[in-house]
């Protein structure tokens, strides 16, 4: 595996380009193995920090790992099922890997899990895709080069549908934010409730990104800690669809740079930058 070096190759935006489509293949395959693993007698252990993991995830990371690995031997991967191999920082560009974002939903049953592939540069995520197998549903991004929703049935896509975040509401008319069903917090809660009119739409893992990408949702604020990996993808597709992501003070995140344990402290996904910052 390529995720024992921090340092690598830069990526630009064209060289981006040509891989999307053969990232966007692993992604589909890696959500294939997870639909494939029968949650009803799937082995579920529990990681140092508490939270589970599951053959689903660990096939998925396989499957992008390895197929990383032939596309892009000598660039740096760093997923969640192997950030312990780690060696930060990752000045130049690097994958982030979230095999399946959604882990408690997943065993629960429901269906908004991802997986999540993200290739950062600098820094900041420049290509995301974020693949939600059980909704037959992938959105991705090329910042700069717009950002695109594509159904999958099967290992099959759809056309690319172009998708762009809309405009926020005007103050006092109802807003859409996305709100996770399984990591509420006091700060999000209050954020949320110091913006009159807000209307919550309960989803799971990265789904959140991808509705307020393709301008169904408004705002997506997670005012506490969460990891890069989560992010990063999500990070890529709103922002290429003409969002900014930034913390509650309006700063602008940075992903690879060795953070304890790669968190993110906090983070708000705004559809409208226009809005970023304001009250």
């Known amino acids: 595996m390529n995720e024992a070096r921090s340092s690598g190759p830069v990526i630009d935006r064209d060289a981006a380009a040509a891989l999307m489509e053969p990232l966007t293949d692993l992604v589909v395959q890696a959500g294939a193995a997870i639909l494939a693993v029968n949650r009803a007698a799937m082995r579920i252990e529990g990681k140092v920090d508490g939270s589970p993991v599951t053959e689903a995830d660990l096939a998925a990371d396989r499957i992008i790992g390895e197929g990383l690995a ?46 999540n592939l993200a290739l950062v540069t600098k820094g900041t995520p420049l290509l995301g895709i974020v693949g939600a197998p059980a909704l037959g549903l992938i959105w991705r991004g090329l910042v700069g080069r717009g950002a695109e929703r594509l159904t999958v049935g099967g290992t099959s896509l759809g056309v690319p549908e172009p998708i ?8 006092g008319a109802p807003w859409i934010v996305a709100v996770s069903r399984s990591h509420g917090d006091p700060r999000t809660e209050a954020f949320i409730s110091a913006r ?38 999500g990070h890529a597709v709103v922002t ?3 969002g900014r992501i930034t913390d ?22 705004w559809g409208d930058p226009a809005a970023a910052g304001k009250p």
């Open 70 to 115: 032939r596309l892009v031997p000598e660039l740096p991967a760093l997923s969640e099922e192997r950030f312990q191999l780690a060696k930060p920082p990752y000045g130049d560009s690097f994958f982030l890997i979230d095999p399946l974002d959604g882990t408690k939903e997943f065993v629960a049953g429901r269906d908004e899990f991802t997986v």
């Open 164 to 171: 762009h975040t809309r405009k926020h509401p005007p103050p």
């Open 196 to 233: 009159p009119g807000a209307v919550r739409e309960m989803l799971g893992s990265a789904v959140k990104f991808g509705r307020v990408a393709e301008g169904a949702a408004d705002i997506y604020p997670r005012l506490a800690p969460t990891s890069e990996w989560d992010v990063a993808a």
């Open 240 to 242: 290429a669809a003409g």
């Open 248 to 269: 509650s003070r309006g700063a602008a995140l940075q992903f690879g740079g060795g953070r304890e344990g790669f968190l993110v402290p906090e983070f708000i996904a």
